[in-house]
Nanobody, 126 residues
Framework: VQLQASGGGLMQAGGSLRLSCAAS????????MGWFRQAPGKEREFVAS???????IYADSVKGRFTISRDGAKNTVALQMNSLKPEDTALYYC?????????????????????WGQGTLVTVSS
């Protein structure tokens, strides 16, 4: 599975950005997908994940502002980011995990994810 993230950029606080992640490879229907981010000097953290028949799950810090969605026909996952804050500044990664019951239980853990994109930079100015 190959993942290609895009859509990052510079935005003022309160603005919006939409990230996209294009997946390619075999048996994509077997994989769930999510987003993580890593701010300068900090560890990578969970942002949101798409759980197919279940409702999406979000980190508390982005709940109500970010929305994850999937276009199965295009094999893409998007992250719509509204009401951006300076603390949202980070390198954003999309990632894919093999859908098992165990993986769904550990969906916030980056170790659950098998494949990672290269990251796209989001910078939010105050």
């Amino acid at each position: 599975v190959q993942l290609q993230a895009s859509g990052g950029g510079l935005m003022q606080a309160g603005g919006s950005l939409r990230l996209s992640c294009a997946a390619s490879g075999r048996d994509l229907s077997k994989y769930g997908m999510g987003w993580f981010r890593q701010a300068p000097g900090k560890e990578r953290e969970f942002v949101a994940s798409f759980r197919w028949s279940y409702s999406p799950i979000y980190a508390d810090s982005v709940k109500g502002r970010f929305t994850i969605s999937r276009d199965g026909a295009k094999n893409t996952v998007a992250l719509q980011m509204n009401s951006l804050k300076p603390e949202d500044t980070a390198l954003y990664y999309c990632a894919a995990f093999l859908r098992t019951s165990d993986a769904l239980a550990r969906i916030r853990d980056q170790k659950t994810y098998d494949y990672w994109g290269q990251g796209t930079l989001v910078t939010v100015s105050s």
